[in-house]
């Protein structure tokens, strides 16, 4: 069905005694509805009359109030027969839709309306029965359904108003209701789809909608309230293409190439700027190591019969000439070299420690972001 202007008043005819507006012709159909309002087409003007085959109902667009009386039609005449028709306000753009229940079932369609539409609910503009529960739908101008309707002297809880997916209990096929169905006279069970069935026959019933045993549209069917084909507008901005069908399975996921290689070159850059400050730790301590072994050795004093002697705490390997050649070395320095050294290891350190702070901190940004990244898209 074409869009339609966003501020017409919107009406919608359900032909019923087996109309089939495929076959009935649009022209024809269209003609039929301006005869039963006694309206020409030139003074229609920007009246659209528009068959949706789908659903098998007629939708009329108008923008003139007084031409709003398509919703007094009762009857139309197509061809040489007369079919009888439900006409209504529908909740298009700028309207929409509020249900009330309990709801007496004796008061008609005519009494509900005047005691709803009236200024105790200023945005009511028509109330329909649900069948012949006691649930009652209301159209209200502009997008909010408010939370009590004022019926007659009672207020009455309002709540949102929740279309489900149109399914036929005659031809048992998705698109269209019992009440408008073209094919009255041809019966087909809702549960295993065959014609003309008998009461005593098998049936292995699995609905259309979301492929489960019970018959299609069943109370208990979870798919009843959504669409065909969802698809999420998020995971597309995320580079993810997510696609959810009502029949069934587990969705599918397409991962966008270029954010996956981004992350994967943040990932080795992190993993390089962790292993730079690892290999100037293995420096380091192999220059404290260093630095300790040509350290002083401790001497202890022993009184003997010549004096008082001075001896190296434990033995020394003859062999060891490193270590003595070592030793050397590290007292003929002068003392304020060893202060440089000392001054220098203690830098090397601070530094050190300055760098793994900052790869540590950035390490863990990285890994939230690239966690996030990763999270969105599962």
């Known amino acids: 069905m074409p869009d339609l202007?966003?501020?017409?008043?919107?009406?919608?005819?359900?032909p019923r005694d087996g109309l089939d507006l495929r076959k009935a012709g649009h022209c024809k159909v269209a003609e039929?509805?301006?005869?039963?309002?006694?309206?020409?087409?030139?003074?229609?003007?920007?009246?659209?009359?528009?068959?949706?085959?789908t659903q098998n109902i007629v939708v009329i667009s108008t923008p003139l109030e007084e031409h709003a009386n398509y919703v007094r039609i009762k009857q139309i005449k197509v061809g040489e027969k007369v079919y009888t028709v439900n006409a209504y306000y529908?909740?298009?753009?700028g309207y929409c839709k509020g249900v009330i229940r309990n709801v007496d079932r004796?008061?008609?369609?005519?009494?509900?309306?005047?005691?709803?539409?009236?200024?105790?609910?200023?945005?009511?503009?028509?109330?329909?029965?649900?069948?012949d529960t006691g649930s009652v739908v209301i159209v209200f101008e502009g997008y909010e359904v408010p939370n009590h309707v004022k019926v007659g002297g009672v207020l009455l809880k309002c709540y949102l108003y929740r279309r489900q997916v149109d399914v036929c209990y005659i031809c048992a096929k998705v698109g269209h209701r019992a009440n408008v169905c073209p094919t009255p006279e041809k019966k087909t069970c809702r549960g295993c789809g065959v014609e003309n069935p008998t009461d005593s026959h098998e049936c292995k019933a699995k609905c259309k909608l979301c492929g489960k045993g019970h018959p299609t549209g069943d109370r208990t069917c979870k798919q009843r309230y959504q669409t065909?084909?969802?698809?999420?507008?998020?995971?597309?901005?995320?580079?993810?293409?997510k696609t959810q069908q009502v029949s069934g399975g587990s969705p599918t996921w397409q991962p966008g190439s270029e954010e996956l290689k981004q992350m994967r070159e943040e990932n080795s850059l992190l993993k390089e700027m962790v292993m730079t400050p690892k290999e100037e730790i293995g420096t380091l301590r192999k220059a404290l190591e260093a630095?300790?072994?040509?350290?002083?050795v401790a001497m202890e004093t022993s009184a003997g019969p010549v004096g008082r002697?001075?001896?190296?705490?434990?033995?020394?390997?003859?062999?060891?000439?490193?270590?003595?050649?070592?030793?050397?070395?590290?007292?003929?320095?002068?003392?304020?070299e060893i202060t440089n050294i000392l001054q220098q290891l203690r830098v090397d350190v601070r530094e050190f420690k300055s760098i793994a702070l900052i790869t540590s901190m950035a390490g863990a940004d990285g890994n939230a972001k690239?966690?996030?990244?990763?999270?969105?898209?599962?």
């Open 228 to 241: 065909l084909f969802i698809q999420t507008t998020w995971a597309q901005k995320a580079g993810c293409v």
């Open 291 to 296: 630095t300790s072994k040509s350290a002083p």
């Open 5 to 14: 202007p966003e501020d017409h008043r919107r009406i919608v005819i359900r």
């Open 106 to 131: 004796e008061i008609t369609e005519k009494e509900l309306n005047t005691m709803i539409v009236h200024s105790g609910n200023p945005t009511a503009m028509q109330a329909k029965r649900i069948k």
């Open 32 to 53: 039929a509805v301006m005869a039963a309002v006694k309206i020409t087409y030139d003074a229609a003007g920007e009246d659209v009359v528009c068959p949706n085959v």
């Open 309 to 336: 002697k001075r001896k190296a705490v434990g033995d020394v390997a003859v062999s060891d000439k490193d270590g003595f050649e070592s030793f050397r070395e590290t007292m003929e320095k002068s003392p304020s």
């Open 370 to 378: 690239f966690g996030s990244e990763n999270g969105g898209a599962k």
């Open 90 to 93: 529908s909740a298009g753009d």
